[in-house]
């Protein structure tokens, strides 16, 4: 299937990133451009900025494409992802903002004063971001297939060039406008579709879905061996917690002027999310009406991409097909250019500068360390995306959430609300929860002939590996209370006390 | 004989604190900027305030949740009501979650912004 006009869809998109970061190369040459930026940006612009850069692949076609395998229960997931903004409001968002810290492993230093924690923050951000990064680089391949017929590794790798050269050139990220901008485009462009699809449908007398019951009635079992209860429960708990653990979302809130606007901002932020995850199921419902089965050789992240074509046809079909290419390869690029620039920024400074520093006694410039960092940070994932047996666009984000559920979220919770953390307690807090997550995982990837309860144990560990890590964190810094930061008061004054309280040594100057 | 000069007229000497700093409280804003311990109790105040407006959104929202799937494995007889032709479930996990979490939010955003309020006035200079 060759379609002219998606094509052209997908390149016009491409070229505007590219075009922007060569603007970005010109805008953004400091990091403080994030700060200047900070002064200006209102929280309703920020807010849409948060919003495009968050919705990702797994959004614009996961979502439709596991309510169409899934039914019902599948709706959980865009509720978690929107309920992950909410945790975030009441838990961190205005203390994060007052924290001055720009990264996760920025915002760890700073509070418990480790370089050790620093490192495996680290760590857990290059893994967070590439295991995100991954599933994004497979829907950019099945896209492109589809549209052009073009082979597998080139989807892909069309959207790697484009994220390294974007980031290469200069902090993409830092022009909020176009993030901004990127989130209505994805918004017209699922919705303009579901809506002609909707309205086709009710004229052709609205068939049913053909379905088995269990894809309609919430919490059915699909079979003896499946507990869909504790299943949707650990979704959630992950999709929850895990959203301020995600790399490329708290270094946006930044750009908030003070921690009010960063709550306001995230109100907004729900509402923005909330109105886009009412289209995915259209997608999945008309699915069904559409194939009552999935069709040898489809993969049912593409039932977005395909229902167009199978219920319109003709140039019409076209059009729309070509308007829901465009818009994944905006989710695809905004998202993937996110993650790239925390990955890239974190190689750079954690693992790339110090080695540069040691072998060329300092004079190797920043800016080519940087650069070699942006192709390092994209070529991995993309690598693992073409060995990798693809999960499923949403569910392999799912992993990612699972991991920075039961790793960054115990870290920030406690670290911005209980005064007796220690060193050792977050460090065991972060080894603890990230390893038995990481473990479960594996092993539900390796092995398939668990059954029944430990199988679905290890295949959503959220529900028990997030109590272990807060049990581990609080325990281990009760029995090491001489390793509380002699700094916290002053970080936790810094993190809690509003702007307008005029303090001369605690405020971090921004 | 000229009488004796007039002793001057006696002048009452006193004090005058006009151009020293006025006595004033120290506001408590400068405790906590300082971390004596006045300034602790005051920061325990505005985190304990902040964190149960937290935890109260978060029970909140678990309750929300929750009560979907109770309802449905205790009224069975609510799995195959329809609201315009759409499976209750799907409309409130499709639809009807998003603006009572948006609501929620708001909420949440009007409260600590009023503890924040309260806490400014409190510790700075009137």
Redesign the interface.
């Known amino acids: 299937m060759s379609q002219p006009l998606s094509l052209a869809a997908v390149v016009a998109v491409c070229l505007t990133t590219l075009a922007v970061g060569g603007l970005g190369l010109r805008l953004s040459r400091r990091t403080s451009d994030f700060y200047v930026a900070g002064r200006t940006v209102s929280p309703r612009l920020n807010a849409s900025a948060i919003g495009g850069e968050y919705l990702s692949a797994a959004s614009f076609l996961g979502v439709a494409g596991l309510v169409y395998g899934g039914g019902v229960d599948l709706l959980w997931l865009p509720v978690g992802y929107t309920l992950g903004y909410l945790v975030l409001l009441v838990m961190v968002a205005a203390p994060m903002r007052r924290s001055g810290a720009y990264t996760l492993p920025d915002f760890a230093e700073a509070r418990l004063g480790s370089k050790a924690i620093r490192r495996v923050s680290s760590v857990l951000v290059l893994a967070i971001g590439w295991l995100y990064l991954v599933p994004q680089f497979q829907g950019a391949s099945l896209t492109l297939t589809l549209v052009t017929g073009a082979p597998e590794w080139v989807g892909g790798l069309v959207v790697m060039v484009v994220i390294a050269a974007a980031v290469g050139a200069g902090g993409m990220r830092s022009i909020t406008f176009v993030q901004a901008v990127q989130y209505w485009v994805k918004l017209t462009a699922l919705a303009v579709p579901a809506f002609v699809l909707l309205l086709l449908w009710f004229r052709d007398g609205h068939p049913a879905p053909v379905v088995p019951p269990e894809w309609s009635i919430p919490l059915t079992p699909s079979g003896p061996e499946d507990h869909p209860v504790y299943r949707n429960a650990s979704t959630v708990l992950a999709l929850c917690l895990g959203t301020m653990g995600l790399p490329h979302v708290l270094v946006r809130y930044y750009t908030n002027p003070d921690g009010v606007g960063a709550r306001r901002t995230t109100v907004t932020v729900i509402a923005l999310l909330g109105t886009f995850y009412l289209i995915p199921p259209v997608y999945g419902m008309l699915g069904r009406v559409a194939f009552p089965s999935l069709p040898d050789g489809m993969r049912s992240d593409s039932v977005v991409l395909r229902l167009p074509g199978e219920l319109v046809g003709g140039l019409g079909g076209d059009l729309l097909t070509a308007m829901l290419a465009g818009g994944a390869f905006a989710a695809f690029l905004s998202t993937a250019s996110g993650l790239a620039m925390s990955v890239t920024g974190v190689i750079d400074q954690e693992l790339l500068r110090p080695r540069l520093a040691r072998f060329t006694g300092g004079d190797a410039p920043g800016v080519r360390g940087f650069r070699f960092a942006a192709v390092v940070g994209v070529v991995v994932p993309y690598v693992v995306s073409r060995v990798a047996e693809p999960l499923g666009v949403a569910t392999t984000v799912g992993l990612a959430f699972a991991v920075a559920a039961a790793t960054f979220a115990p870290l920030i919770m406690l670290g911005v609300w209980w005064r007796r953390l220690s060193t050792t307690g977050a460090l065991a807090g972060l080894l603890v929860g990230g390893g038995a997550t990481v473990a479960a995982l594996a092993l539900t990837m390796t092995t398939s002939h668990l059954g029944g309860w430990p199988a679905a144990l290890l295949a959503n560990p959220a529900l028990w590996a997030v109590p272990l890590a807060f049990a581990t964190a609080v325990l281990v810094s009760y029995a090491t209370p001489g390793r509380v930061p002699a700094s916290t008061t002053r970080v936790l004054v810094r993190l809690h006390t509003p702007e307008r309280v005029r303090l001369a040594r605690s405020r971090v100057r921004d | 004989m000229s009488t004796p000069a007039q002793p001057p007229p006696r002048v009452r000497v006193t004090s005058s604190r006009r151009g020293a700093a006025p006595l004033r409280p120290r506001p408590p804003?400068r405790d906590?900027?300082?971390?004596t311990e006045l300034?602790?109790v005051y920061?325990e105040g505005?985190?304990r305030a902040?964190?149960r407006?937290?935890l109260a959104?978060?029970a909140i929202?678990v309750a929300g949740?929750t009560a979907?799937?109770v309802v449905?494995?205790l009224v069975p007889a609510t799995?195959g009501v329809t609201v315009v032709?759409v499976?209750f479930?799907?409309l409130v996990?499709?639809?009807a979650?998003?603006?009572a979490?948006?609501v929620?939010?708001?909420w949440?955003?009007r409260q600590?912004?009023r503890v924040?309020?309260d806490?400014?006035d409190v510790?700075?200079d009137p």
């Open positions: 804003a906590i900027d300082e971390q300034g602790d920061l505005l985190m902040q964190l407006l937290s959104v978060l929202t949740l979907l799937p449905l494995l799995r032709g499976p479930a799907w996990l499709g639809v979650v998003y603006p979490a948006w929620l939010a708001r949440y955003t600590s912004e924040e309020s806490f400014v510790v700075e």
